[in-house]
Nanobody, 122 residues
Framework: QVQLVESGGGLVQAGGSLRLACAGSGRTFSNYAIGWFRQAPGKEREFVARVSASGDVLYYADSVKGRFTISRDNAMKTVYLQMNSLRPDDTAVYYC???????????????WGQGTQVTVSP
């Protein structure tokens, strides 16, 4: 089992950057792939990015490719999401989640953080 806590959200102007962090606890953090998801008001939760347990396989939603970068530091039990060139439609609550399975759909993930709000103003 792994517990996750997100941080780093906030208010930023369009074109700006934020870095989110997902801090894990538990001895088995490095066994889990970690995904970032987001949910905007009135919309379904959607996949953003995923990093494999070892950190060498990355996957992104088309909407964030070239703007967002996911990375992890297993020694620090933390996964990061660097978000550049932010747009108003990136506004959402961002969640990280852990899984030992392959997939980008949220039902493949078992352990979720509480979320962090990202707001991008025009």
């Amino acid at each position: 089992q792994v517990q996750l806590v997100e941080s780093g959200g906030g208010l930023v102007q369009a074109g700006g950057s934020l870095r989110l962090a997902c801090a894990g606890s538990g001895r088995t953090f490095s066994n889990y792939a970690i995904g970032w998801f987001r949910q905007a008001p009135g919309k379904e939760r959607e996949f953003v990015a995923r990093v494999s347990a070892s950190g060498d396989v990355l996957y992104y939603a088309d909407s964030v490719k070239g703007r967002f970068t996911i990375s992890r530091d297993n020694a620090m039990k933390t996964v990061y999401l660097q978000m550049n060139s932010l747009r108003p439609d990136d506004t959402a609550v961002y969640y990280c989640a852990a899984t030992t399975r392959w997939g980008t759909h949220d039902d493949a993930y078992d352990n979720w953080g509480q979320g962090t709000q990202v707001t991008v103003s025009p």
